[in-house]
């Protein structure tokens, strides 16, 4: 399967446990993430190891999305799934002092087939999106 993807890091004047409480709540997503519009939940309970949820996206696809790690303050991730793409997110939490976290964002991307094109435009414009979606969801929490 092709793979591909990118990483970016970002700094937020917040500490780590909030910037961690509150990217990793799929109900926050729509506020900070730009291409989403709302969240539908499949599993009803607090995040964590198996919360799945649809993103309902500006540009229509809706991806099924599944928290696949949870270490608090520490490592979270997740992994979107739509007609065979399959996004891997995985966000790693640095605390630099009280009130100062580094947020380190990598993807992996599996684009087979026909999906390749997709892929390779989401590893292109990814970084700069996921950069300016992070700074914006540092500001909100």
């Not at 964002?105 to 999906?115: D, E, L, V």
């Amino acid at each position: 399967m092709p793979a591909g993807g990118f990483t970016v890091t970002v700094e937020v004047d917040r500490a780590v446990s909030r910037v961690f409480g509150y990217l990793a709540d799929p109900a926050n997503r729509p506020a900070w993430q730009a291409s989403l519009r709302r969240i539908d939940p499949v599993t009803t309970g607090p995040p964590g190891v198996g919360t799945r949820w649809y993103d309902v996206t500006w540009p229509g696809p809706r991806p099924l999305m599944e928290i696949t790690d949870w270490q608090p303050d520490r490592r979270w991730a997740e992994t979107g799934r739509w007609h065979g793409l399959e996004v891997a997110l995985a966000l790693e939490f640095t605390a630099l002092g009280p009130e100062r976290t580094r947020v380190r964002a990598s993807t992996a991307t599996h684009a087979p087939g026909w999906r390749r094109p997709l892929g390779l435009v989401l590893d292109l414009l990814g970084p700069l999106g996921a950069r300016d979606d992070l700074r914006r969801a540092g500001r909100l929490c």
